[in-house]
């Protein structure tokens, strides 16, 4: 059994060390939010936060993490979907079939945990997600527009 | 109106009617599976097919077609509640089942979401469906304060009396109006008096789309069900030989190891990942199969561009006369590789199987199709059979019609365990391996210029792969492959194609198609060859205008001029992104008609002193006739540029001894934000045609920027994808 720490709350999970945290997540802990999309960290449709930080999930084993880690999903980002960056997004309505949402909700909200003001750079180089259906365009904006709010939905 | 159509490789024929009557069937909805449904209980019965109101207020629209991102859901819960005055608050939607479509008579129509048709092909019925509830609810309301229905009306879901004013709410009168005859005489609204319907109003999925709410077929869970991976034998053709089932039996979590039709090997486990793991250690042999190499086939591809017999698409005037007359004769040959449609979410199902029935819950383009596969691997009677849709993790045309591979291996796992639900869910690298690949081709064409620089004769030869030849060989005409001529036909070339016809008007045209197939499986996808053939079309032309020393715009206006449409957005595209402003932008023009809709692109782009490409923005401009949500159109606009742009840029299947050598995202890559270039939509419905949208912008997306390359660079750009090739030094 091993303990973890997953959106606040104290869990343990009975899976081989081995294990990615994608499935454990997945199939463990029923949290299916986080998407397999390729399993060998290009995609980015597995992204959580381990400690505040974005990590691609499906190439992170059980082993690799650690007693203090808190583990946040996309089912534990926020109350009500009010995170800024989930306000942003159904404002402009961004997510098209969704399924890599959740991973590119994660990955930027990681980003503005540590740069809450990136410029169009920062964020050609840190969000790096694959969204075949293509809402790349109206990620860009959601990310500038995310920025501009807090979880109450005012502007910051 | 009726048609007849094909529902299965079993070969029965359904009728598809579709009217709007719903006779009064009550029906209990999808028996087991509980988060899509809005029904409460079968107390209060549906209006019609399209339409059932709770006594809550609450409108569940019905929805035939599938929703894998294209907003369709959206859009058609737009046209039905438009007719029917709900308040759109209080909308929700559901899918009927393939099953009770069959059992009613096909009432839903049809449930092929394909070919940019979900919204262009049902527009009228789905109207029809809410325009008749609203006149059966008016007129429950009518006879329950014994008044003349023609003196009330009905607004935001309130049906008032004007006379003396009294209201009353549909979720009041629902139950009456179900009981009563559907009405003989629908008419419809006047598109420019619409409130919900052509408004920019937000998609009915996002919410749990944000929060990981929404459930995919990937994320299926039901009681006691047991996962299972598979992997077929690489090589297309060949079959499974052996396998050691010993070596992983005792595995964690391993139930079952068994060979599933005679080309694949699964393994069932407690979890996915202990599937997988399995079977990745499992010691499997596989046997024959065609070791295909697509480097050899360039050259059958190359020897179709000279060959004398070819199928006529399109022949307009006497080409080689003016070949034979011409001042300048200008060449160029253009190469497009086979592509994976590579959906975000791998291809799955759930199935339960028993005896006498089998269940399955698929992600599909086409429920009907679905429930065939089913129905067909189950050795069941259809009636026995159902299916229930989830939205679409991605489909681009894997999830259509001819493409049920997944869904039948996922039976046959589930027929060895009777009683047993087991999800079955695609590896990304079997994803990759086993698709229904866009087809591959190359491209002669030649231009006659005169001594004035017209454009006196155009041929287009094609050499390349056919879809329907692989999928569906009934559907050519005298032996041509009507899809490889998707925005080059005549509008008569068959029934159908007057949605995919050569908008341009040149004197002396020929269009012909060498086929030549390779083994691979071929399949539609998104934009399918309208895609190529708008590379193959405007890139020439744009080598024309430049081997004529003319502008391209006024070029490229010359022989559009039959067709305003398409002179408008070309128009509206190039004035937006400035053409002709000598401010050192480079810029490339498109503009091609596909899928009913006209659209136009000019991209702007830099390429740096190494050959590093930079799009830095497109300005897109689209007229589907009638836009029933404008902000989606845009959505999908940005959307084909993503799509067209990251097969032009990076992607390419390739064949070595018969096996796929691009296996995950690392080798067959997607665009990313940094390749991303700023997206202006112009959306200007010029009305009176339902035109599609979520492809037909993508023709336009590949040449517009190879256009705008050679801006920049003065060499073109004509073996695709681009990869890593220095643009400066081709
Ligand atoms: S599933 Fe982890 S990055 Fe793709
Ligand atoms: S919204 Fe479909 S893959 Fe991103």
Not at chain 1, 71 to 94: F, M
Not at chain 2, 363 to 368: I, N, Y
Request: aromatic share 6%; net charge negative; glycine share 10%.
């Amino acid at each position: 059994m091993k303990k973890l720490k997953v959106n606040g709350q104290a869990v343990e999970v009975d899976a081989d060390e081995s294990t990615p945290l994608l499935w454990v997540l997945r199939e463990q802990l029923g949290l299916t939010g986080t998407k397999y999309g390729c399993g060998v960290a290009q995609c980015g449709a597995c992204t959580v936060h381990v400690s505040g930080r974005s990590v691609r999930s499906c190439a992170v084993q059980l082993s690799a993490v650690a007693d203090g880690d808190e583990i946040v999903t996309i089912e534990g980002l926020s109350k009500d979907s009010r995170h800024p960056v989930q306000l942003a997004w159904a404002e402009l309505d961004i997510p098209q079939c969704g399924y890599c949402q959740p991973g590119m909700i994660m990955a930027v909200a990681g980003m503005l945990n540590h740069n809450p003001d990136p410029s169009d750079e920062d964020i050609d180089l840190e969000i790096t997600n694959i969204c075949r259906c293509g809402t790349l365009a109206r990620v860009r904006k959601g990310i500038h527009l995310a920025k501009t709010k807090t979880s109450a939905g005012e502007p910051a | 109106m009726n048609q007849m159509t094909s529902l299965s490789r079993r070969g029965f024929m359904i009728g598809v009617g579709v009217g709007v009557a719903g006779a009064g069937l009550t029906i209990s909805f999808l028996g087991g599976f509980g988060p899509a449904l809005a029904q409460d209980a079968g107390t209060a019965p549906e209006v019609n097919a399209w339409v059932h109101i709770g006594r809550d207020d609450v409108v569940t629209i019905r929805i035939a077609r599938s929703e894998m991102g294209q907003g369709t859901l959206t859009g058609l819960a737009q046209l039905v509640a438009e007719e029917l005055q709900c308040d759109w608050s209080k909308v929700v939607t559901e899918y009927p089942t393939p099953g009770q479509n069959l059992a009613r008579d096909n009432v839903w129509g049809e449930m092929l979401t394909g070919g940019s048709r979900g919204i262009r092909n049902s527009h009228q019925y789905v109207r029809e469906g809410g325009a008749a509830a609203r006149i059966m609810l008016i007129e429950a309301a009518a006879a329950r304060w014994k008044v003349p229905a023609s003196e009330c009306t009905a607004k935001d879901s309130v049906i008032t009396h004007g006379p003396t004013g009294r209201t009353v709410t549909y979720g009041a009168v629902a139950e009456d109006a179900a009981k009563l005859a559907p009405p003989m005489e629908v008419p419809l609204k006047d598109p420019s008096t619409w409130t919900i319907a052509g408004k920019p109003v937000k998609r009915l999925d996002t919410a749990d789309k944000l929060n990981g709410a929404q459930i995919y077929g990937a994320d299926m869970k039901l009681d006691g069900m047991l996962n299972a991976s598979i992997k077929a034998c690489p090589v297309r053709g060949g079959k499974l030989k052996s396998f050691d089932q010993a070596a992983v039996m005792k595995m964690p979590g391993v139930r079952k190891v068994l060979a599933v039709h005679d080309d694949a090997v699964a393994v069932v486990a407690d979890t996915w990942w202990q599937a997988n793991s399995a079977l990745e250690a499992l010691p499997i042999e596989w046997q024959g199969g065609t070791p295909y190499n697509s480097a050899d086939f360039e050259a059958q591809l190359e020897e179709g561009l000279r060959a004398r017999e070819a199928f006529v698409g399109n022949r307009q005037g006497d080409v080689e006369a003016a070949f034979a007359k011409a001042a300048k004769v200008v060449e160029a040959t253009y190469r497009v590789p086979h592509q994976n449609h590579a959906c975000m979410e791998p291809m799955n199902a759930t199935v339960v199987w028993t005896k006498d029935s089998c269940k399955a819950w698929v992600p599909t383009q086409d429920g009907m199709s679905a429930l065939a596969s089913v129905a067909e691997a189950a050795e069941l009677p259809v009636e026995k059979c159902e299916v229930y849709k989830l939205h679409l993790g991605g489909g681009f045309g894997r999830r259509g019609s001819s493409s049920g591979d997944h869904v039948s291996q996922a039976v046959k796992i589930a027929m060895s365990m009777p009683g047993t639900p087991v999800k079955l869910l695609w590896s990304r690298e079997e994803d990759m391996q086993h698709g229904f690949y866009h087809p591959t081709s190359r491209a002669l064409i030649r231009g006659a210029l005169d001594a004035e620089g017209n454009l006196t004769g155009l041929h287009i030869r094609i050499a390349g792969q056919s879809i329907l030849a692989a999928l569906r060989p009934e559907a050519l005409k005298d032996g041509l492959d009507m899809v490889t001529m998707q925005g080059l036909a005549p509008a008569d070339l068959a029934p159908g194609m007057e949605t995919q016809a050569l908008k341009y008007t040149f004197p002396n045209l020929l269009v012909d198609h060498a086929m030549r197939n390779p083994p691979v499986r071929p399949g539609f996808w998104r934009g399918v060859c309208a895609n190529q053939n708008a590379i193959y079309l405007d890139c020439a032309l744009d080598e024309f205008a430049h081997a004529a020393g003319r502008d391209k715009l006024e070029f490229r206006l010359a022989y559009m001029k039959d067709c305003p449409e398409l002179q408008a957005v070309l128009k509206a595209a190039a004035e937006k992104s400035g053409w002709g402003k000598k401010d050192g932008v480079h810029r490339g023009l498109s503009a091609f008609y596909s899928f009913g809709s006209y659209t136009a692109a000019c991209a702007e782009v830099t390429v740096d002193d190494d050959g590093k490409l930079k799009i830095t923005r497109i300005v897109a401009a689209t007229d589907p006739g009638m836009a029933v949500n404008p902000q989606q159109i845009e959505a999908q606009v940005e959307g084909s540029f993503v799509y067209g742009l990251s097969a032009m840029l990076l992607q390419e299947v390739t064949f070595k001894s018969g096996e796929v050598q691009e296996r995950n995202f690392d080798t067959y890559n997607s665009m990313r934000l940094e390749h991303m270039p700023l997206v202006e939509t112009i959306v200007m419905p010029s009305g009176g045609f339902w035109g599609g949208v979520g492809e037909p912008t993508i023709a336009v997306a590949a040449p517009a920027v190879l256009n705008a390359i050679f801006a920049a660079t003065g060499k073109r750009v004509r073996h695709l994808p681009i990869k890593d090739q220095n643009l400066r030094e081709l």
